[in-house]
C-alpha cells in the first residue's frame, strides 16, 4: 500500500480533530443527503473511508435500533478515535471495520445506503473504491458520494501565494494518481459504475479571517510539505516563502477565502425495489 493509498495527510491527532470539526461543519449538507436519499429506520448502511466519525452517528440515527452502520476504514488510527466515539456516544447499532475498501471487505449486495465523504479524492483508485462500494449495495440500494472540486478554490484580494499552493498541491495530487476536480466528475463515474437514476446537487463554504477554515490551504500545504520536497515540485525556503506570505495575507481582517465546492452525487443500483423514489437534484 502506497503512502496515497492510505491519506496523504496522514493519521496525526490534529488532523483527526480536523476531520471532526469539518465533519461537524458539513454536518448540515450530509443531513440533507440523508432527507433525499439516506436509508430508513431498520436499514443497512455502509460509510467507506469513515475516518474518526464521518457520518456515523447520522446513519445511526436514521437506522434506529433495527438497522446496523458498519464504518469502514484503512487506518487503525482513525477507527481507533471512532471505537471511542461510537462508545461515548452510545451508537449501538455501529459497527467498525478495518480494511481498504477497494476489497469491499463486508457482505455484498447487502446495504440499503453505501456512502463515502472526501475519500475518493484522496485515493488514485477512485474507480475500484466506487465499483466496491457498487459491489455492496442490494440491487435497488443507494450509493451516494460527497467529494470537493477544487474549480471554486480563490482567495480575494487575489495573491499570487495563494495562487502558488493551490497549484503545488494540486500537481502533487495528480502526480500521485488523484485529482482535485474529482467533484464535477461524480455523476459521470456513478453512471459508468452502473447506477441509474443519478442525482447530484452542490453547497460551497465562503470564509473570513476569524474561520479555523481561513488558512486551511496553508496549513495542508505544511502539512504535505515532506511530499512537496521529494517530488521535487518545491524546495523548503520557497515553500517557507509562500506559506509566510499567505498567511499574513489570509490574517488581513478583508481577505475571504472560497472554499471547495462540496458535491453531492447519488445513485441506484438496477434491479430491487428502491426504499423511496431517488430525487434528480
Ligand atoms: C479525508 S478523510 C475523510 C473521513 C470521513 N469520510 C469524513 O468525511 O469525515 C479520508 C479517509 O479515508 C480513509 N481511506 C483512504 N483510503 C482508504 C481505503 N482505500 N479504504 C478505506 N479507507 C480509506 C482514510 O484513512 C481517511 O480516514
Not at 461515548?88 to 457482505?107: F, I, K, Q, T
Not at 495528480?174 to 459508468?192: A, E, K, Q, T, Y
Request: contains cysteine; hydrophobic residues 45%; charged residues 25%.
Amino acid at each position: 500500500m502506497t503512502m496515497a493509498d492510505k491519506y496523504l495527510m496522514g493519521a496525526a491527532t490534529s488532523e483527526l480533530d480536523r476531520m471532526l470539526f469539518q465533519g461537524e461543519m458539513f454536518r448540515p449538507e450530509a443531513e440533507r443527503l440523508l432527507d433525499r436519499c439516506g436509508p430508513g429506520p431498520g436499514g443497512r448502511a455502509v460509510d467507506i473511508g469513515c475516518g474518526p466519525l464521518g457520518i456515523l452517528d447520522m446513519l445511526s440515527e436514521r437506522v434506529g435500533p433495527g438497522g446496523e452502520v458498519v464504518g469502514l476504514d484503512v487506518q487503525p488510527e482513525m477507527l481507533d478515535l471512532a471505537r471511542r466515539l461510537v462508545t461515548e456516544r452510545a451508537l449501538d447499532n455501529v459497527r467498525l471495520v478495518e480494511g481498504d475498501a477497494a476489497a469491499a471487505p463486508e457482505e455484498r449486495g447487502a446495504f440499503d445506503f453505501v456512502h463515502t465523504r472526501l475519500v475518493l479524492m484522496n485515493v488514485p483508485h477512485s474507480t475500484d473504491v466506487l465499483s466496491a462500494m457498487v459491489a455492496l449495495a442490494r440491487p435497488g440500494g443507494t450509493v451516494a458520494v460527497q467529494d470537493v472540486d477544487w474549480v471554486s478554490r480563490v482567495c480575494d484580494p487575489p495573491h499570487p501565494a495563494w495562487t502558488g499552493l493551490v497549484d503545488l498541491i494540486a500537481e502533487l495530487w495528480r502526480l500521485s494518481g488523484m485529482d482535485v476536480h474529482l467533484g464535477r466528475r461524480l455523476p459521470r463515474l456513478l453512471r459508468g459504475a452502473g447506477l441509474t437514476d443519478i442525482g447530484v446537487d452542490a453547497g460551497i463554504r465562503v470564509f473570513q479571517h476569524d474561520h479555523p477554515y481561513q488558512t486551511l490551504l496553508v496549513d495542508r500545504a505544511e502539512l504535505c510539505r515532506d511530499a512537496l520536497v521529494e517530488r521535487g515540485l518545491t524546495g523548503h525556503a520557497e515553500l517557507d516563502r509562500l506559506t509566510g506570505e499567505l498567511r499574513d495575507h489570509l490574517a488581513r481582517p478583508d481577505t475571504v477565502v472560497v472554499h471547495p465546492i462540496l458535491f453531492q452525487a447519488w445513485g441506484r443500483v438496477p434491479g430491487g425495489p428502491a426504499a423511496k423514489a431517488l430525487p434528480q437534484g
